[in-house]
């Protein structure tokens, strides 16, 4: 269903009772990303899924920041007469659900951070990746969505995923190319590492139990989070053998326990 919020529209589905859980995808994902983790779940829940600012059936609205979007997320969370929720959020999504969990605190118990980071620290680094992001958008814009997938999966970041089954991969080459070349755009623009704010001086006052989930292959991803861990007071921080950067798609049985443990 389509909810409103200001004057853009967003794609969310909630499905299911219980405690409230809200999914967050990573960039180029959708509300599909964390299905076959579900699917391995035992616990109930009330799942609340969202497509993130241009992507999916979200679509191109404008470009929107990340305090915006947060902001957009509490009005979607009052019209589904939701008061406090527990966050997964993935890569684009991890950065948001700590977005959100530091600038609505009262809202947010738990927060399950996979592959995901406070933003980047100094001026010159977030500058230089809203640089490098301008450049993606203009191969999006020249070269259209098949073709820049091609290079999104390339990225060394993504090496692990060529281990992956076919089908699996098939599927979620299907899942990147649903979107727009303006909504990945819009995307990249507005919610990239480079425009979020750095929260890595703000850690210190995140109130919510967090659970950081890194694939032990992923260096980068390891190194951000052995950091993150240090300034963050309620935190466990998981590392899953043999995965990458997309732990859920990659260890899809081991994500959903160590998931279903937290969410006890």
Not at 61 to 87: H, Q
Not at 144 to 159: C, D, Q, R, T
Request: one cysteine or more; a negative charge; aromatic letters at 8%.
């Amino acid at each position: 269903m389509l909810i409103k919020a200001e004057e853009r529209n967003y794609w969310v589905e909630d499905t299911g009772s219980g405690p409230v859980w809200l999914l967050l995808h990573g960039f180029t994902g959708s509300t599909h990303t964390f299905d076959e983790c579900l699917s391995y779940m035992n616990k109930e829940c009330r799942f609340i899924k969202i497509e993130l600012p241009g992507h999916a059936r979200t679509g191109p609205i404008g470009t929107v920041s990340m305090e915006k979007f947060c902001l957009d997320l509490a009005v979607i969370l009052d019209e589904l007469c939701v008061e406090e929720i527990n966050i997964l959020g993935y890569s684009l999504g991890g950065r948001t659900a700590l977005s959100f969990a530091l600038l609505y605190p009262e809202r947010v118990n738990r927060l399950i951070l996979e592959s995901a980071s406070p933003g980047l620290p100094s001026e010159l680094e977030r500058r230089e990746r809203r640089a490098k992001d301008q450049r993606l958008a203009g191969l999006l814009y020249r070269e259209g969505i098949n073709s820049f997938v091609k290079y999104w999966e390339a990225l060394p970041l993504f090496e692990t995923l060529k281990k992956l089954p076919e089908k699996r991969r098939k599927t979620l080459r299907e899942e990147r190319t649903s979107h727009t070349v303006e909504g990945l755009a819009e995307s990249l623009e507005g919610m990239g590492t480079g425009s979020q704010p750095s929260w890595w001086e703000k850690l210190e006052e995140v109130r919510s139990d967090v659970l950081l989930v890194t694939g032990e292959e992923d260096e980068k991803f390891r190194s951000i989070n052995q950091q993150m861990e240090k300034r963050l007071s309620n935190v466990s921080w998981v590392e899953v053998a043999g995965a990458g950067h997309t732990v859920h798609l990659e260890k899809p049985r081991v994500f959903a326990k160590i998931v279903e443990k937290f969410m006890i």
